[in-house]
């Protein structure tokens, strides 16, 4: 592996990261927050320098990228980046402690939108907007902005786009990646502002407007409250969200296709957005009718909490309006099953993705063809595209890995003295990237009562889901370092 040619790119990511923690230190200084500022300041020089002498150090290496390098350079980039978005949370004094510092920040920058902070309607604006900056730098992915930026170095960007989405390749729109990867962030740049806008004219103010839109198009959850979306009051403040979580939860070459071709034909031809709109339906119907049946809430109430708590939930976005864990016990659970399912392939959402849900059932139905008609040839599809046999080997890898990690950090965080509720549910919502789970976790709380070392564990966790498990399950392998 290239060694020097990793670090020499991690210095670059260094600077432009230490560069953007100077727009937090110009809001702290607009609210009179000196010492936030100043803090910001500090570590952004701090980190700009140690990029700058990284790259000094490591300039006129070879510059040639292979699929190893690929995935080492991933991982590191998120792991490195998440340490030094904790430095400013802690030396603040947002977080008690480095390790919840770090929590926040790996929470954000995978936006998974799990929190340990708490008193947020006071907290200064710099830390505020600094939050809600990470989930949006995390929320298209570091990696595919790395891509757009990697060709200037005289590093191909390909095997780095490949090495953040193994199993379910993502669309290419156009021949070359550098272009995709612009195209992508266009698109994702124009929805936030469009969620900006909407926001103020639905009554947000201009700064809880803009954090806010970081947050929903990424899919992140964090908010400028401790009461989340649900402070506001506002019907037409919870629609914008709804809209631009589910936008957020599209793969974004669909819109890149109808803002280019003027056509909304492209989301009916995508299968995958069919079944991803059926599932949101479906789910909000059958959610809304059993907390009228139960007598939760009147109509009006249960289809509104129904729909954005539904679409929170299956986007991974972690936003709440109320606290779905005081309902009735099968609403938890729905809770609990739609978050593993996830939004579309190629989107800001977690999850195991829409697109994998559909092939494993489809794989599942062949199967029982075959045994009703053994010598037929039968092949699985999705639209008019047959699975091949390597991605279908691919999906379920992947799946078998998600099962067992899940189950795996479960059982950690029990032996942390988590009850089962809270063990099985902070699991699933860190390897999902939804965030708020149930019991001690839920939406109405947080994760600060959780151990210092499960939070190690969920940080983990995190990082796990964020980056598809193989990408960096595989740099567990002996022959991954092997020459």
């Keep these: 592996m290239h060694y020097r040619m990793i670090f020499y790119v991690l210095g670059v990511f260094a600077c432009g990261f230490g560069a953007l923690m100077s727009v937090p230190a110009f809001v702290a200084l607009f609210f009179q927050e000196g010492q936030a500022a100043r803090i910001f300041l500090e570590v952004s020089f701090a980190t700009m320098v140690t990029g700058g002498a990284m790259v000094i150090m490591m300039r006129g290496t070879n510059k040639t990228m292979t699929h190893k390098d690929a995935f080492l350079l991933t991982f590191l980039t998120w792991s490195v980046l998440s340490i030094i978005g904790s430095l400013p949370l802690y ?8 390790i919840d510092g770090l929590f926040e920040s790996v929470a954000g920058i995978t936006t998974t939108g799990a929190s340990v902070l708490s008193g947020l309607d006071s907290m200064d604006h710099g830390v505020l907007l600094w939050r809600s900056m990470l989930q949006w730098i995390g929320g298209m992915g570091i990696i595919v902005l790395a891509v757009a930026v990697l060709p200037f170095l005289g590093i191909g960007g390909m095997q780095l786009y490949r090495s953040e989405m193994p199993g379910v ?15 992508l962030w266009i698109v994702y740049l124009v929805l936030t502002i469009l969620c900006a806008a909407a926001y103020s004219v639905a009554g947000m103010g201009t700064f809880d407007a803009i954090a806010h839109a970081f947050t929903t198009v990424a899919t992140g959850g964090f908010s400028t409250h401790d009461a989340s979306i649900g402070h506001f009051n506002s019907f037409s403040i919870e629609m914008v969200a709804v809209l631009f979580m589910f936008l957020g939860a599209v793969n974004f070459s669909l819109h890149y296709m109808f803002l280019t071709t003027r056509g909304r034909v492209v989301y009916a031809k995508d299968s995958e957005f069919r079944m991803f709109l059926i599932l949101v339906i479906s789910a909000v119907v059958v959610l809304s009718l059993m907390l009228m049946s139960l007598d939760v809430y009147q109509a009006s109430e249960a289809v509104r909490y129904s729909l954005f708590n539904i679409m929170a939930v299956i986007t991974t976005t972690g936003y709440a309006t109320a606290d779905y864990n005081a309902w009735p016990v ?7 099953v739609l978050m593993f399912w996830g939004g579309c392939s190629g989107s800001t959402a977690g999850g195991m993705k829409i697109l994998r849900i559909m092939m494993i059932v489809k794989q599942s139905q062949t199967e029982l063809i075959r045994l009703l008609h053994p010598s037929g040839i039968v092949r699985a599809k999705i639209g008019n595209r047959t699975i091949s046999s390597e991605v279908m080997q691919a999906v379920w890898a992947f799946a078998g890995l998600y099962l067992v990690t899940f189950i795996v950090i479960s059982i950690v965080m029990a032996a942390y003295g988590l009850d089962l509720e ?3 549910s902070a699991a699933g919502a860190t390897l999902t990237g ?10 109405a709380s947080n994760y600060a009562s959780v151990p210092q070392g499960a939070k ?28």
């Design 91 to 98: 030396f603040t004094g947002a977080a008690p402690t480095f």
């Design 169 to 183: 390749t993502k669309d290419k729109l156009q021949p070359r990646i550098k272009e995709t990867a612009k195209l």
């Design 330 to 336: 099968l609403a938890p659970m729905t809770m609990l």
């Design 422 to 424: 809270t063990a099985f």
């Design 434 to 443: 939804l965030g708020p789970g149930l019991g001690d976790v839920g939406p």
């Design 456 to 483: 190690l564990v969920l940080c983990l966790s995190m990082l796990l889901g964020r980056l598809e498990l193989l990408t960096l399950l595989v740099l567990l392998m002996p022959a991954f370092w092997r020459k």
